[in-house]
């Protein structure tokens, strides 16, 4: 940003007048050729040195900007603007200290100036002392009550903080401030955005919603305004008008790979469309964002020695309490040191305990989030990975267009996602033949399916104790049938389904829990989905979130018989419901997405809970909701048939993972394509 508070001289020289009302009006190679005029015509002129800092800032020149501001200082010390130019200079190029005596320099000469307060906040931000930033941004508005960007960086840092109330508090202090002038609405379309956020986080979505599209109506090009719209509508199961937002983002702004990632999400809730369109849209994202970034990579420098201890890296945003996490956290420490050694690049913005769970394992932990693609990407290659793994795909804060660099000689996609990423920079794709059956699952990857005999899942239970309840049924009465998964997951076939089979247990209940229910907007459109089926509120029990995981689980004692929804199936949930004694009903699609339940039931010895059709999926659960004495059954030993089954014997696993690891590299090895990026 260019320097702050410089002040209007009435006696200012009228070249200098004309470059600042040029640079003003965004005019900046302008407003850089008067001031070089000014300059050579009068080389002592601090002013035009003080515009030429400026017009740096502008150019993100930091380094001459600092040269620039430096001299004006040598030859007028006593104007503020130009102690802040610097102090700004050095904040963009990390030198904060320096930055930090600069701004109080200006504070100095120009105590109530809200713009060398803010900067000073800025500073402290920057190095991480919240407490001070805060201080700063609150003496600005203090100063000033009608400035801005002190408003707008209190609330950013707010909700930074977590503290996501208060942000938005500010946040609409900010838009009284800044008022519907024209000058401002670039401005009003961010605090708008950002509030958006916040309120996301609160899960008010409906209030969000309006929050962005105010954010659209004053900038209409606001990509990521547009993005996080979709966002919301996804959230709250609008799948088809959140697809649309994700593609206007993407036409606003075409370069970003991540608005493409939730287009192809989107895409995995919809019901109508064909895995033959998902591979198409898949092969755009490669082609739009991922195929150039393979061109002019080096040769590898990896030993082909194919028994040597293999580097396999593992790279997610999710090394936290997160559903992929409920099959990785335990994974680093289980394998053998003698054949794999474990690196793990982790993208987490908010570590949690389990994170560190994940870093105790590991024998390399890198956090790469403030790296950029190509800076990981260089990292990578420097460690020697052979094996790269990615567990997101094209879910939230990927880091596809790392693997897109082709840092590793071979590369891995397995868990966050449920289809084919589409990069011919991936080779595998790890999955079982139940989830992606051999044939023509097999023609719509690009990458090459490699299929484990026992599951490509792995549960791994966390430390949170919760026995296993009687079935509610048997003291209420009644069957309850539930899904604890996300709202976005109820495509309109499910609802349907649901409502059916409501219909056909006619005493039965329905118990939903979703974090979005706690926007009550949310809670009162799955309401009126079920009831345009014909079925009351009254049969219809919406959770959203608990305080603890323990009273997450223990919600379970409630449910009798667990839906698992389609076309996107559950997976941590299903899991979840198992080890709590609830058996499951799933249906089997026509895609990974829709094959996950079959996978887990086939693997956990329960095939029979799996329908073909909606018709069986229908009797079988109807067939079960009248069996109490199969329900108590079931509850009893379903946690210690799921313990003993191959989906929660997790050094088994992990050795069957390394040994398709080990076949992957042998193969490599084996190869004579050694052209970089091969």
Known sequence: MPAQGTGEDANAHPEIQRARHLLQAGQVD?????????????????????????????????????????????IDAAEPSSHQGLGIAHCNLRQLADAERCFQRALELEPKNPAAHNNLGNCYEQGGDFSAALRCYRKAIAANSSYLPAHINLADLQARRLDYKSAVDTYRK??????????????????????GLALCELNETDEAIASYREAIARQPGFALAHNSLGGALLARNEPEAAL???????????????????????????????????????????????????????????????????RVGYLSPDFREHSVAHFTRKLFGCHDREAVEV??????????????????????????????????????????????????????????????????????????YPNTTGMRAMDYRVTDAVADPPGVADELHVEKLVRLEQGFLCYQVDETRVEVARPPCVRQGYVTFGSFNAISKLSPDAVRTWSQLLSAVPDARLLLKSKALEDAGTNVRLRDAFAAHGISADRLQLINTVPHRRDHLELYSRVDVGLDPFPYNG??????????????????????????????????????????????????????????????????????????????????????????????????????????GK
């Not at 998902?278 to 195929?291: T, V």
């Not at 052979?386 to 795909?393: K, P």
């Open 30 to 74: 302008e407003a850089a050729l008067v001031c070089q005029r000014v300059r050579a015509a009068e080389p002592d002129n601090a002013a035009a040195y003080n515009l030429l800092g400026g017009v740096a800032l502008r150019q993100n020149a930091f380094q001459s900007a600092l040269e620039c501001f430096t001299r004006a200082i040598e």
């Open 174 to 195: 900010a838009l009284r401030v800044g008022g519907d002038s024209r000058d401002n609405q670039a401005s009003i379309a961010l605090v708008y955005h950002r509030m």
């Open 244 to 310: 649309a937002c994700f593609r206007q983002a993407l036409q606003c702004e075409p370069a970003r790979a991540r608005m493409h990632s939730n287009i192809l999400l989107a895409l995995n809730y919809l019901p109508g469309v064909t895995q033959q369109e998902l591979q198409a849209e898949s092969a755009a994202f490669d082609e739009q964002h991922a195929k150039a970034l393979m061109q002019g990579r080096k040769p590898f420098r990896n030993v082909r020695n194919k028994q040597r201890v293999l």
């Open 343 to 416: 690196f793990a690049y982790a993208d987490v913005e908010r570590p949690d305990d389990w994170t560190g769970q994940f870093q105790a394992q590991a024998d390399h932990w890198l956090s790469i989030v403030d790296m950029d693609d190509e800076d990981v990407a260089e990292r990578i290659r420097a460690d020697r990975i052979d094996i790269l793994v990615d567990l997101a795909g094209h879910t939230s804060n990927n880091r596809l267009l790392v693997f897109a660099r082709k840092p590793a000689p071979i590369q891995v996609n397995w868990l966050g």
């Open 571 to 676: 997976t941590t949930t299903t899991f979840e419901a198992l080890w709590m004694g609830v058996p499951v009903i799933c249906l089997r699609g026509d895609r990974h997405a829709g094959r996950v339940g079959a996978s887990i039931m086939q693997h956990a010895g329960w095939p029979e809970l799996v329908a073909d059709t909606v018709d069986d999926y229908i009797d079988l659960a109807t067939a079960l909701a009248a069996d109490v004495d199969r329900l108590v059954a079931l509850r009893k030993g379903m946690r210690s048939r799921l313990r003993e089954s191959v989906l929660m014997d997790v050094s088994a696993f992990t050795a069957n993972l390394e040994q398709a690891f080990r076949q992957m590299w042998i193969t490599w090895c084996n190869s004579t394509r050694r052209r970089a």
